[in-house]
């Protein structure tokens, strides 16, 4: 396997577009991971092994250090044009004056021949960066993007993805010392779906150390960060909100992956956050004093195999937590018995029309005591934010029911339930109206209403002086959630 991206080859490719620019700033590297080859005469087997793994993984390193390593030369050239004292009038800079916006986008695997074992398609050990502390640290980058470029000839976002460690945006935003903005539009975590099996839970368990040895290593000129765990998935096509859930604290008390985030949060005066997330995101003492936007978009399922919300009529299915991840949940690294009814699961799947899929997407009722901790906290977390302008807490739920849970809402004229499909966002939001503005709670939770101490913290954000107004919003209802930004993957 030849190892792609060279310094050499990146550098040209650099210092042309800088040239024909006249000063980078934008610059995409598409990562790409070495052909896999599958002869018939040396066919691949059917999962891919460890020692394939350790194979491949030094690629995306290099690759990584390359593409530092020339931006380093860009900014020294750069600096050495700045010096040069006979410059000509139609001179510039190599380099942008608002600084250098690297994409880094991590292409799917690939192979020489299409394997015949599914299995070969979905990866679940994440790629890591060796030696980061050696990367050359770049002066002139203030914007960092990382995420997988898009496939549009899968149906299935993470078909041939090469997830990458949690670990490595932090790791790569230390050597960034001007550094403003994180932009991870994909983080490459997704709910379970029948015909796949990894251990979700380790990498979570890694981010919240990783968190821990790195935070203060970050760049005090990073003010912003788009942090989107999970991706978007328009129509919930892929979920089954009946099956039992793995839980992804234990042996913790608290979700690390949560509180990790609050620690590195405080850093940031904006965020644009989506995670499948606990209310320990905002445990106190929350002291988030450069805090100005934050959005959080939190999933209904709760990191503990529980879920915020519940059908209408109560349903529920394994409400007392999910199931402990042991060695039986990991993916075997050889063929496995199981192997062919998992192929041929997925087989029907995949040549299914979306109207036929046989999702179970019924949880629309807010579970309280779930969710009402989780606005609590909330409430009690915008205390510790003083310079605040906006901030809001939501998820998107819907109803697309199973086939035989549908039978048994035929007949209700109510909306969502009179509808084949529906899609609405479920929120709160608020505004402290600074300058001697109103302070402005909106409440986009259909009929439902939170217990009275929950909306007094609430209250409890305008202080003696000024009261807090409260606005109760309908929902809205959508054949599919809004994509928030076409350009995210680009």
Known sequence: MAVPGTKEAILNSLLKDARHS?????????????????????PLPCRETPT??????????????????????????????????????????????????????????????YPNCLHRNFHWRRLSLHGPATLPQLWRVTELRLFPRPDYGVNIDYMNARPVSLRVPLELASRLPALRHLDCPWLWERMPTAFTLRPWRDERHEFGKAVQELHEQLPTSLVSARLWF?????????????????DLIRPE????????????????????????????????????????????????????????????????PYPDGGFEVTSEHYPPTGPNELDEEIDEEYEEVEGTEEEELQTDVFRTVPLRSKIEPLLFAFAEALKG????????????????????????????????????????????SYTPGNDGGKRLLTWQVGSWRPQEDVI???????????EVDILWN???FLQKRETEDYKAFY
Request: net charge negative; charged share 30%; glycine share 4%.
């Open 456 to 466: 007094q913290s609430f209250k409890g954000l305008g202080g003696e002086d000024r």
């Open 230 to 246: 999970w991706k978007q998935n328009t129509f919930y096509t892929d979920e089954n909100q009946s099956i039992e859930m793995p």
């Open 22 to 42: 006249r000063g980078l700033q934008g610059c995409v590297y598409d990562l790409e991971m070495p052909l896999l080859l599958n002869s018939d005469e040396s």
């Open 385 to 428: 934010m003083p310079t605040l302008e906006e901030a809001e807490l939501f998820t998107y739920l819907a109803w697309r029911p199973s086939r035989e849970r549908k039978r048994a809402y035929e007949g209700i004229d109510e909306e969502p339930y009179n509808r084949n499909r529906a899609t609405y966002k479920w929120s709160v």
């Open 253 to 316: 008390d608290a979700d690390p992956l949560s509180l990790a985030l609050r620690t590195l949060v405080s850093h940031l005066k904006q965020l644009d956050l989506r995670a499948f997330l606990t209310p320990d995101l905002f445990q106190a003492p929350i002291m988030w004093h450069r805090m100005k936007r934050l959005r959080v978009e939190f999933h209904p399922w709760c990191p503990d195999g529980t879920w915020y919300f519940v059908g209408p009529r109560n349903e529920n």
């Open 52 to 113: 394939e793994f350790e194979a491949i993984n030094p690629s995306f390193s290099s690759q990584i250090h390359a593409l530092f390593e020339a931006l380093h030369e860009v900014e020294h050239l750069s600096k050495k044009e700045e010096n040069t004292e006979n410059k000509t009038d139609d001179a510039y800079d190599l380099i942008d004056k608002d600084g250098l916006v690297p994409a880094i986008r991590v292409i799917g695997q690939s192979f020489d021949r």
């Open 474 to 476: 309908p929902f809205e």
